[in-house]
């Protein structure tokens, strides 16, 4: 989507275009499991990649890669791991991704559509301008949110001393370091009538919106938890919406959504006590 918007190609609508890219999505995490998930350890194991580099299909794979990102070249016979960035590593993180885009030039990890003008990235920014920057515009003019108190001026402090370690009283499952649906699973197991929907940006190389889809259907909640995704960046703030008026559209149909009936609830209830 980065490429897509920095090329200025011709190309089809946004949706017609996110179908053909999940349909290349689901032959990587394919190819990923059965030969390169070694390669992104801090022990790489090669031995499947490398094999896979020899058969017919790899040329192909290694040229979609170039033209759906915009990075590295055309796959060239003798190429190797000095000269092919995607043969040195097909599963490239959002923080490379943001430097070898394009040379001389870094992507903001938050929104992709923006080159860093600074030395600081916003998504790494530990200074404490939340009160005076974030929250007037954000929370009052986009959520219609105001608070009596103001916010500590702890923003930068805050990420060292943040505790993401996973409950230890709540055994869900073994990869709840790298993502919260186990958790969000028993959120709305305890409490039907809870509500979530998540809204993303195209451009966000932070939390990319495809990996939320993924989830969340293997997780069996798509048909409870709504994704959306819209023209903008990582929390799809209004700083650089271009769908704002679809956004709160989607926020308002969410909001009026009817609960289930608190029968239902109490039931449910009753049914995890009976012993």
Request: glycine share 8%; no cysteine; proline share 7%.
């Amino acid at each position: 989507m980065i490429k897509r918007f920095h090329a200025k190609e011709t190309l089809p609508p946004i949706i017609p275009f996110l179908g053909q890219l999940d349909t290349f999505a689901g032959e990587f995490n394919d190819l990923y499991t059965s030969a390169f998930s070694g390669v992104s350890q801090k022990t790489p194991d090669r031995t499947k990649w490398d094999a896979y580099l020899k058969t017919p299909k790899a040329p192909a794979f290694l040229d979609q890669l170039f033209q759906l990102t915009g990075i590295g070249k055309i796959y060239q016979p003798g190429d190797n791991r000095n000269n092919n960035v995607w043969i040195e590593n097909p599963n490239m993180d959002s923080v490379t991704f943001t430097e070898k885009f394009s040379p001389g030039k870094k992507l903001q990890l938050g929104d992709g559509r923006f080159f860093l003008t600074t030395t600081i990235d916003p998504a790494f920014d530990r200074s404490d301008q939340f009160e005076d920057g974030f929250t007037p515009l954000y929370q009052k003019q986009f959520l219609n949110y105001t608070s009596t108190s103001r916010y500590m001026g702890i923003n930068g402090a805050i990420i060292d001393n943040w505790d993401e370690e996973p409950d230890p009283a709540i055994s869900l499952d073994t990869d709840r370091w790298l993502t919260s649906i186990p958790d969000l699973t028993l959120g709305m197991t305890l409490n039907p009538n809870l509500k979530v929907l998540v809204q993303h940006g195209y451009y966000d190389l932070n939390t990319p919106f495809h990996q939320s889809e993924l989830n969340i259907t293997y997780a069996g909640l798509a048909a409870k938890i709504p994704v959306k995704s819209y023209e903008g960046g990582h929390g799809v703030s209004p700083y650089g919406t271009g769908s704002y008026d679809q956004v709160m559209q989607d926020l308002g149909v969410f909001y009026d959504q009817r609960q289930p009936k608190l029968a239902t609830v109490k039931t449910a209830q009753a049914e995890r006590a009976t012993p």
